[in-house]
Each structure stands twice: as structure tokens, then as C-alpha cells.
């Protein structure tokens, strides 16, 4: 089996603005759910670029170039601040304000997890470094540098590959919660997971 030669830092350890290739590798994750706010990808990457938290984030490298992402949020900061206005002039009323709709609940809602717990969201690599080992190297070096004791991830029903990921990582379900509008948002389920170290 091939191995590749991954690194990873926390963003604020490479010393320039990295939210440019963050919003990338975070576009092309999620660019078939973000795909009805603009077909552009720039703009996508332009717009969530402004709304990253760079004090939660890993980067993972390979051959020098940004190719993962994970976040490790935590009561006090988030992935994201999802802003209606940048929204709103990126794609327009209608579209800005139905993303801001769906998206606020999830990344603006404070968590109510103790001190000891860290949030893994945004987990996301480029399509061209898929299958190479890149979310779990991101998944090891969180864990190993970040201050908790506790790991909480959330998975939507739909994603049997990160549910198997995430179960081999050793992450186990603790909770299930049905989704409102999941016809709209294509899945039925949110899964809860958690591990300790």
C-alpha cells in the first residue's frame, strides 16, 4: 500500500492568510451542497473565505499544496460565522438569505459541550487527494495537539463513507437526531459521535 508524505499544521502556524486555500479545499468537499447558491467556484471560495475561523483549523499539506482540512471547534469559537450580509451580496437576496437560513443554526449556535470537549466540523479533502490517507492524518495530529479529552463529530445519514471513516478512527455513535426539511436537504438523520482520549 502506498504511503504519502502528509503534513499538518494548525493555520496560524504557516504565518501569511491561509482562509484563500482553506475556502478551497472546503468548497470542493461540500461543492455539491453549496453548488445551488452559485455554479462559480471562485465565488463560493471568495465568499466563505471571509466567514473562516482561522484559530480552529488544520491544514493538511501534500507536495506542498493544500489538499485537507478539519476544524476543532470548541464553547467559544466556531469553524465559521456565517454573516447574511456577506451572504446576501455574494448571491443575491433570495439565495444569500436561504443560505444563511440553513447554514446560521449550524455554525453560529454556540455549543453546549464542557471545556474538555472539542467539535471536529468541516472536515473536508480536495477531490484530487481523496482515498490518500489525508483526513485521517488531520484526524491524528488534532487529537494529539489539541487540549481536550473529549471528540464530538456529527455525521448526516447520507455519508457512509465518513461514518466508516470516522467508526475506524474510533469514533462510536451516542445519538441520532431527524433532520427538519430533509427532503430538501437530501438526508434524514444527523449521527452523533464521540470519543475520548
Known amino acids: ?17 491561509m482562509r484563500q ?15 445551488f447558491l452559485s455554479k462559480e467556484r471562485n465565488k463560493l471560495i471568495e465568499t466563505f473565505a471571509q466567514m473562516i475561523c482561522p484559530d480552529v483549523f488544520y491544514l493538511a499539506s501534500l507536495d506542498e499544496e493544500i489538499v485537507g482540512i478539519l476544524a476543532c471547534s470548541n464553547k467559544e469559537l466556531r469553524a465559521m460565522t456565517i454573516d447574511q450580509a ?3 451580496k455574494s448571491f ?13 443554526g449550524e455554525f453560529n449556535k454556540k455549543l453546549s459541550y464542557n471545556e474538555d470537549t472539542g467539535y471536529i466540523e468541516c472536515v ?8 490518500k490517507g489525508v483526513s485521517t492524518a488531520l484526524f491524528h495530529y488534532a487529537m494529539e495537539h489539541a487540549p481536550y479529552t473529549r471528540y464530538v463529530l456529527e455525521v448526516v445519514d447520507t455519508n457512509e463513507n465518513a ?19 430533509s427532503k ?10 464521540e470519543m475520548a482520549t
Open 1 to 17: 500500500m502506498q504511503t504519502y508524505d502528509i503534513q499538518v499544521k494548525p493555520m496560524g502556524a504557516f504565518g501569511v492568510d
Open 21 to 35: 486555500k482553506a475556502a478551497a479545499v472546503f468548497v470542493d468537499g461540500y461543492y455539491q451542497d453549496l453548488a
Open 86 to 88: 456577506i451572504l446576501r
Open 92 to 104: 443575491g437576496w433570495v439565495k444569500g438569505s436561504l443560505a444563511y437560513l440553513f447554514m446560521n
Open 124 to 131: 473536508a479533502t480536495a477531490e484530487k487527494a481523496r482515498g
Open 163 to 181: 461514518y466508516r471513516l470516522y467508526k475506524k478512527l474510533g469514533f462510536a455513535e451516542f445519538e441520532r437526531k431527524k433532520e427538519q426539511f
Open 184 to 193: 430538501l436537504k437530501g438526508f434524514q438523520e444527523r449521527i452523533y459521535m
